[in-house]
Structure formats: C-alpha cells, structure tokens
C-alpha cells in the first residue's frame, strides 16, 4: 500500500508570536527535524503550507488548496495530492515525535479499515495531527470545510476511527513557555 509523508505547516503561529516552524531544533529548524522523522517512517515527505515561506529549505512545499480555514485544509490538501493510499500527516510542533510511533502508526493503519488511526498519548489526549488518514477520507474532509465544519476532533468522530496508544505524552509547542519548558530538557533524537 503507497504510503505519503505530510507536515503542516502552513499556521500563523498567533499564540507562539513566531513562526513555530522555525525554532531551532539542534542544527536545523524544528520543521526540518519533524520532516526528517515523517521522511524515515513513511519514505517520503512533503511540508503543506506557503512554499515562499520554506523557499530556502531543501523540502517539498504544497500550497493549501483553502488557506485560511485552519489544519483541516493542510489534510485536504495531503489527501488531494494523490500520493498515498495511506497518509502520514503531522503538525510542524511536535518535536518528541518518534519514528518508532509513526512507523507503528502506519502499520496500525495498514491493517485496519478504519479511514483514520490518530495518535493517543499517556495522558488519553487524541492528536488528530499525529495521525494516518486513508485518501478515502478526501470527500468527508471537503464536505466538513464546505459546511463549516472546522474541528478536527469533529472530524474524527465523524470518520470511522482507531486509535494508536503512544507510549509518552506528545507534546505540542502552542506557546512560548511551552517552547521554553522543551528547550530546557530537551534529548533530541530520531
């Protein structure tokens, strides 16, 4: 089964005060390192956002078919590519992702028929982007966008779901002081 590799990172960032993509992350930018992880476990990898935003990068940038209407149109627009029966799609500030989680995720997917198989962390908590979609979901994503239907957890519940338990909390980086906190006890590693 053709699987794809996708990366958000298309948000404006309001609740960092800058561009979260960005952060250093070791020698490279916390999307570079992401990218690198979704690279491994899927076999290929595409960032979703504004290409002149990622211009200097050595990474495939798509254009979000609807900008403006939140992460839910980044999965449009992986599942639109047509790259995947299966596909791999993750925010940009997640920086403890391991491969070893997203490989696990995608055979999880594999063999299941569920349409999605979402992350869920230590705590209980779903990560709608930590998640494997299957392109059968493309027309349940537009009608959802179509109607105003923005939420991902909406989504979620409205898609014929599993769940993949990650053995740690997965962390999003929303904030400064969550920025910080990471920094500080951070052990990078693929």
Known sequence: MRTAGFVLAGGQSTRMGTDKARLPAGSHFLVEDVAQKVMVAAGNVALIGPPQRYADL?????????????????????LASGRG???LIVACDMPQLQTVWLRELLAKAANTYSLCVAGRDATG????LCAVYRSSCLPFVARAIDEGRLKLMDLLAQLRSDFYYIDDT????????????????CCYSL
């Open 58 to 78: 050595p990474l495939e940038c798509l254009p979000d078919q609807r900008p403006g209407f939140g992460p839910i149109s980044g999965i449009e627009t992986a």
């Open 85 to 87: 029966e299966l596909n």
């Open 125 to 128: 908590a779903l990560h709608p």
């Open 170 to 185: 997965v962390l999003n980086l929303n904030k400064p002081e969550d920025w910080s906190s990471w920094h500080e006890h």
